[in-house]
């Protein structure tokens, strides 16, 4: 790989967090390209231009643009780290499955709650809390006598459920009753490149 790959971003965003975190853990050479949301960049050109639905991640690998935080990570994966995207069926698969959750469950639990109490985001803060309960309960379940989400290391599951996770107390949602997804924090945050998203109450563990 030649040229860095442009990733746009704004820092507290979870959906760039998780594809900051996987260039960082994969080696992946990049550079960070800081989308102003407060001052409205994003819906207006040149941003435009690079994703018509006015949303943060986009990344540039060269001649290609590629949008939204799952399909990069796969993107990233196919391209740069394949170890991180099985290829066995099954386990595709549930990477798959675990990308989806990303994209409902803890979009509209957790990252929701977030939303509300860090941006002010007019939504139902009890609904989201309890998408985020419903949600957590599902992973606490799935990762007894397990160290990743899928298979014996990992992928891009596990960096795709971090971010808004990690972050849950921010929205008011406690990880204390989930000692497993601890863990799995925990792990991986231990990895090699891990960088962590900035926490945005005094005291809130990153």
């Known amino acids: 790989m030649s040229n860095a790959i442009r990733i746009h971003n704004f820092p507290r965003s979870g959906h760039c967090h998780r ?18 949301l407060a001052a409205g960049e994003h819906k207006k050109e040149p941003f435009l231009s690079l994703n018509p639905a006015g949303k943060v991640p986009v990344i540039e690998d ?10 990069i990570l796969v993107y990233l994966a196919r391209k740069y780290a394949p170890d991180w995207l099985p290829t066995d069926p099954a386990e595709e698969a549930e990477v798959q499955r675990f ?7 803890l979009a509209n639990g957790p990252a929701a709650a977030r939303l509300v ?17 419903y949600v957590f309960d599902i992973l606490e379940t799935h990762l007894d006598g397990r160290e990743w989400l899928v298979g ?22 406690s990880l204390d009753p989930y000692p497993n997804i601890r863990a799995l924090l925990k792990r991986i945050e231990a990895l090699p490149g ?12 990153a």
């Open 19 to 36: 594809v900051e975190l996987f260039a960082n853990l994969t080696g992946i050479n990049h550079e960070l390209v800081f989308v102003d």
């Open 62 to 71: 060269d001649e290609t643009v590629v949008r939204d935080s799952n399909a």
């Open 99 to 105: 990308l989806s959750m990303a994209a409902n469950e």
């Open 117 to 133: 109490t860090v941006f002010g985001a007019q939504l139902d803060a009890e609904k989201a809390q309890a998408i985020a309960a």
């Open 152 to 173: 014996q290391t990992p992928s891009v599951a596990d960096v795709a459920i971090y971010s808004y996770t990690a972050h849950a107390p921010e929205g008011n949602v």
């Open 194 to 205: 891990f960088v962590a998203m900035p926490a945005t109450k005094v005291g809130l563990a």
